[in-house]
């Protein structure tokens, strides 16, 4: 009976009890993500934008390589702001992912003055997930079968045409075809992308840079004509529409891309417990195909290099904008 008490007793009882204990929180703590958690993927764009449509695909697609139910939270208005600032005042918990164009974390600094954050410093990268390039969109108003059409209307008439923006991606794509055509054009901004497309499918603007993808429905409808794309090629998907370049815009060439972003103050075991997640949906084959139905790529870059790229690009960018030109608009 000694012997059975001395290891079987209550003494050692509690001892087994304290180490399951143990076991059992070193195992609750390693359970990320959890999936009775929703993921909730933030994206600070109206409905129907690029990183809309982006951010549902990537969504269905996290669901198939991890099991874990998603959410898409859109929180547009001031050029992003408040969705960024929703997810920066948020827990950092692994358990909201901010989806954001290169437009917020490149353009925004140097376009949109007194920023609440700095993407760079408030935010840890995880994985860049789509890209794409803005296509030259007119509507009924204009009646050019080409960009080489438009611009030399435009350089005989400056002023007269206009182009919509609703981001500072849209706006720079209008600026770069000036800077690189030396035509004159009237910025009219909105809020949205939709709403600048509903415009410029009304007649109320002749132009609006945007990505194909935003245009399908527009374009299958004959409301909008899409005769360009800005990117270094032609895209897979529309091997009919040349490049600007072809259209003879010298060396214009803008390509989006898309990123995931956790609040700096993550974990490092949930930054890289998620970022290995991400890189399978960015891979796995529905995803893929999701994006080359609206003429997307997909894009696979991870962490750091990430943030060399928005370096790099921040560097490019600012020196067309800083130009006279684009300063007094």
Sequence with gaps: MNY???????PAIR???????????????????DKAI???IVVPFGPGSSSDVIARAFGRAISEVSGLHVIVDNKPGADTVIGIQSVLNGAADGNTLLLVSSSTTVLNPLMVPNQPFDMLRDFVPLVAIAKNSPAFNLGPSTPFKS????VAAAKARPGKYTYGSA??????AGQLLEARTGIEMLNVPYKTTTAALTALAGGEVDLVLVDIS???????AGRVRALAVGAPARLSGLPQLPTMIEEGVPDYQITSWFGTYFINRTS??????????????VKSQAYIDALTKVNLEPFDLIGEDLTALAKAEIAIYGKIIRAPKAQSK
């Design 268 to 281: 490092s075991e949930k930054v890289a417990a998620m970022r290995e997640i991400l890189r399978k949906a």
């Design 214 to 220: 935003n245009v399908k429905s527009l374009q299958e």
């Design 4 to 10: 059975f008490n001395r290891f079987f007793g209550a």
């Design 147 to 150: 960009v080489r059409e438009f």
């Design 15 to 33: 001892v087994t009890f304290l180490w399951l204990m143990l076991g059992m929180g070193c195992a609750m703590a390693q359970t990320y993500p």
């Design 167 to 172: 981001s500072t991606t849209s706006l720079l």
């Design 38 to 40: 929703p993921l909730k």
